[in-house]
């Protein structure tokens, strides 16, 4: 058990044990989106209230699950790095923010996309889309804190007490704007709920958030090798290592 | 003379600070002037109509108090960081978490409290009910207590980088929502009739939980700063 | 195979702009965050190699490349 946590606190191991994980993760990856992709889109039958732009399911959910748990793997690699000192959770941490920025990204927007058929509008001041804004925001903030500072150690630091904030926050400020919204809401926009959803159409939407599930950890591997290399430029290993054109 | 207790400390740390604001008036004399400056463009942007303006009113005060008290967070810690006795303060035995306090309380003293006192003011020249006007000198006290101490995370986290001031306000605008949507809320329920209690309950409920925890975020940020 | 033509699949009752719009943007980010990482560390490595051939013809080549 500790010879593991030793072995990831390797550079060379886990660089090399990244590689490996990637060369069969990647392609079922790839395999996992273009079928979940390929089921939703062409052999579910549309939603009976809702017609076709309902697919956008396929893709909008899974991004702002994956986005919101890409968070949290954020904060909590942010604290191991605070607590335990361990440098590769402040890569994960690193690697983690533009990639929930993107997950976040693509959310919002086909959330906005789905909106304009469904319910007639582009944008509205729900609770559970102005939160994903925000968290969109908290993303972008570690991001900016972190390009802020030039000591790297320190910008993994502060990014780290600042993701932690925004975990205690997120609930706060997601049960708010729920609050908030209740007491505005306009009569003319009703959300639907949590309806039951047919299994017909429940499995390729599980298996979308699988497969965005495993994009996610493809994109922070690729991103922490190459953040390892780069903070590692100065050691043999990665000098042989480009040397020798990237292969080993 | 034997080091003073830590009750001492954070009120001596306290008049310190008090004492630099009170000799620099006009670092307090511009939060206010932003303030009311910013009350005299919504007139102009919106049209001058009595009703519609009242309307808006409980919301264009919260976010103009929001404002100011972010411009201000910047500066909690900087002069202290720039001469080093930020430094000395974090190599003192003094417990960290009642040191912040003292930052935060100064901060707050001159510039939620007086914002606050001053603010039933810009309500009368935006046509807030008068009714309404008790409810929002509450809301600023509780509410400003919390902007002070979401804003000196910011601060602690930014202190010690040369182009911090833009980025503060991306880091710590998502934290002030909360605070917005409840200070708002108990005034424009005052305006409307219906008690603002509630309201102002879960906006001390907020300053409860951010006293509790935002010092701890501010000493860890202050040692990262000053580390770095 | 729900839909009958290709028409049909692109149109999808009128939705069908909505529809491929956010599966293309989608499609697009996803494959900006896939291939971005894979770039920068090959381009890293690619730099790191000439600095490093370059030190070593600075060193001279009697030590050889170690």
């Known amino acids: 058990m ?39 889109l062409l052999f579910t039958a549309p939603d009976f209230r809702q017609g076709n732009s309902y697919r956008i399911i396929y ?29 590769m959770a402040d890569v994960a941490m690193k690697a983690a923010a533009p990639i929930g920025a993107a997950l976040t990204f693509i959310a919002l927007l086909t959330g ?80 639907t709920g949590e309806s039951s959803i047919d299994p017909s159409m429940l499995y390729p939407l599980l298996l979308m958030i699988t497969a965005f599930y495993a994009l996610f ?27 020798a054109g990237g292969r080993g | 003379m034997s080091a003073p207790g830590p009750a001492a400390f954070c009120l001596r740390l306290l008049r310190r600070q008090l004492v630099l604001a009170v000799r620099r008036p006009i670092e307090i ?39 100011s008290n972010l411009l201000t967070s910047d500066a909690v810690f900087r002069s202290d960081f720039d001469d080093g006795s930020l430094e000395q303060l974090l190599l003192s035995p003094q417990p960290l978490y009642l040191s912040v306090l003292a930052y935060i309380g100064a901060h707050w003293l001159i510039t939620g409290l007086l914002l606050a006192l001053v603010s039933p003011v810009f309500a009368l020249m935006l046509n807030l009910p008068g009714e309404a006007i008790g409810s929002l000198v509450a809301s600023l006290l509780l509410g400003t207590g919390v902007l002070s101490l979401l804003g000196c995370i910011g601060a602690a986290l930014t202190v010690g980088l040369k182009r911090g001031g833009m980025l503060i306000s991306l880091l710590i605008l998502p934290l002030y929502m909360p605070v917005l949507i409840f200070g708002s ?12 209690g509630p309201y102002l309950a879960l906006l001390g409920a907020m300053l409860s939980l951010a006293i509790a925890l935002a010092p701890l975020a501010i000493a860890a940020g202050l040692r990262i700063s000053v580390d770095a | 195979m729900y839909f009958q033509s290709l028409d049909a699949l692109l149109h999808m009752d009128g ?15 996803i494959a900006l965050i896939l291939v971005a990482p894979g770039r920068r560390r090959r381009r ?12 070593q013809a600075a060193a001279g080549d009697t030590r050889g490349g170690d």
């Not at chain 1, 994956?66 to 000192?85: F, H, Q, S």
């Not at chain 1, 994109?219 to 780069?230: F, P, V």
């Not at chain 2, 809320?185 to 409307?192: D, E, L, R, T, Y």
């Open chain 1, 217 to 243: 950890t493809c994109c922070l591997l690729m991103n922490m090798r190459a953040e390892l290399l780069q903070r590692e430029a100065r050691t043999n290993w990665v000098r042989k290592l480009a040397l």
């Open chain 3, 15 to 29: 939705h069908g702009v909505f529809v491929w719009s956010a599966y293309l943007i989608t499609s697009a980010v």
């Open chain 1, 112 to 191: 906005a996309i789905w909106g304009k058929p469904t319910w007639g509008t582009w944008w509205v001041w729900d609770a559970r889309i102005t939160s994903m804004l925000i968290l969109l925001f908290l993303y972008l903030g570690v991001v900016a804190l972190y390009e802020a500072y030039d000591n790297k150690e320190a910008a993994g630091k502060a990014c780290a007490v600042l993701s932690l904030v925004g975990t205690v926050n997120i609930p706060i400020i997601y049960k708010s704007v729920d609050w908030w919204y209740s007491l505005h809401q306009p009569a003319s926009i009703k959300f």
């Open chain 2, 185 to 196: 809320a108990a005034v424009q329920a005052a305006v409307n009739g219906s008690p603002a």
């Open chain 2, 29 to 67: 004399g511009n939060p206010l002037l932003f303030f009311a400056m910013v009350v005299a463009l919504f007139p102009l942007g919106l049209g001058p109509a009595p009703d519609q303006l009242a309307g808006f009113a409980p919301g264009i005060l919260w976010i103009i108090a929001l404002l």
């Open chain 3, 44 to 55: 890293f490595l690619r730099q790191l190699a000439g600095e490093v051939k370059r030190q």
């Open chain 1, 59 to 87: 893709i909008h959910v899974p991004a702002a699950v994956v986005a919101l748990a890409g968070y949290y793997v954020m904060a909590i690699a942010g604290a191991i790095n605070l607590i335990w000192k361990m440098k």
């Open chain 1, 2 to 40: 500790w010879s593991f946590f030793h072995k990831l606190g390797s550079p060379p191991w886990l660089y090399g044990i990244s590689g490996s994980i990637l060369r069969w993760l990647l392609p079922l990856t790839l395999l996992a989106l273009v079928t979940g992709l390929v089921w939703g």
